[in-house]
């Protein structure tokens, strides 16, 4: 009998794993109750069974994926262990390494086994795109679970919060100098500057304009959620007693772009200035 995997829950990224968790020979499943059209919708294509409620993924499977909005994680891992499940939860968000050690706690002590994961990449369509990272005693066997599906699953060392630890120096980079170049587009554009900045750009860092464009048009749209993952890689650097406010601010301005949330397209550069600068007036 194939390993049976509950998703919870199935957004973009999380239909994307059970996907590849069914590419790969397994039997994955969700929990639709309380769920919209849309994620119903990712289910599907994605084909994950449907056993209707978390009682059900926690009776059924073996092991269970926790991928959602970072500020969820131990609330998705409080109701998991609230209802018995004793295979082993994978926590597969983007959070601190102390706060995926408290989500091992929750879990642990309620009777699971624990794995600390971290997602990079889009989602797992295509293989070569997406690394899934695993760290912990149970990491290499909930790998096996991918072998030979487009998400590439590498285990890591470090236990609980390894994985994490690499998810928030990875981030910190990509969606922390994102949200820079952003502010950097708002403040030109506050100070009128933005024309002859952006023609020392072209002279002297070129490609830097199109990098700001990307920045905004790539995420826009998921903004909303790359707020709590700033916060998230905040507390991770403070943690190692180092300067979080480089990512406190990041989230700060992905919190002002809120309003475009799942918007396609995204809004132009303009628009999107003013959004920046009024929130924070």
């Known amino acids: 009998m194939?390993?049976?995997?509950?998703?919870?829950?199935?957004?973009?990224?999380?239909?994307?794993?059970?996907?590849?968790?069914?590419?790969?020979?397994g039997d994955a499943c969700w929990a639709s109750q309380g769920r919209g059209q849309a994620?119903?919708?990712?289910?599907?294509?994605?084909r994950l069974r449907d056993v209707g409620t978390i009682e059900a993924v926690c009776d059924q499977c073996d092991v269970i994926v926790s991928v959602c909005p970072p500020a969820a994680a131990e609330e998705v891992a409080t109701g998991v262990a609230g209802r018995g499940f004793g295979g082993v939860f994978v926590d597969a968000n983007a959070v601190a390494p102390h706060t995926a050690r408290r989500v091992g706690e929750i879990v642990v002590s309620a009777g699971a086994r624990f794995v600390d994961g971290g997602l990079i990449g889009p989602p797992a369509h295509r293989a070569g795109t997406t690394r899934?990272?695993?760290?912990?005693?149970?990491?290499?066997?909930?790998?096996?679970?991918?072998?030979?599906?487009?998400?590439?699953?590498v285990v890591v060392e470090g236990g609980a919060g390894g994985a994490s630890a690499l998810k928030m120096c990875y981030a910190a980079?990509?969606?922390?100098?994102?949200?820079?170049?952003?502010?950097?587009r708002a403040l030109a554009g506050s100070a009128r500057v933005e024309?002859?900045?952006?023609?020392?750009?072209?002279?002297?860092?070129?490609?830097?304009?199109?990098?700001?464009?990307a920045a905004l048009s790539g995420n826009a749209h998921k903004a909303w959620r790359f707020a709590g993952e700033m916060r998230e890689i905040a507390a991770t650097f403070e943690e190692a007693s180092l300067p979080g406010g480089f990512h406190?601010?990041?989230?700060?301005?992905?919190d002002r772009l809120r309003e475009y949330k799942d918007r396609a397209p995204p809004p132009p550069m303009a628009e999107a200035i003013g959004t920046l600068l009024e929130s924070g007036r």
């Not at 194939?2 to 020979?25: E, K």
């Not at 994620?39 to 994605?46: H, L, Y």
């Open 195 to 213: 024309e002859p900045l952006l023609a020392e750009w072209a002279r002297s860092q070129p490609g830097l304009e199109a990098r700001s464009e």
């Open 2 to 25: 194939s390993t049976r995997i509950g998703i919870l829950h199935p957004g973009q990224m999380g239909a994307s794993v059970g996907a590849a968790a069914v590419a790969a020979g």
């Open 39 to 46: 994620t119903g919708r990712r289910a599907a294509e994605a």
């Open 132 to 153: 899934f990272y695993l760290s912990g005693s149970d990491a290499p066997s909930v790998a096996a679970l991918f072998a030979g599906g487009p998400l590439e699953a």
């Open 248 to 254: 406190s601010a990041a989230a700060d301005v992905y």
């Open 173 to 184: 980079w990509t969606k922390g100098s994102a949200a820079l170049l952003i502010g950097v």
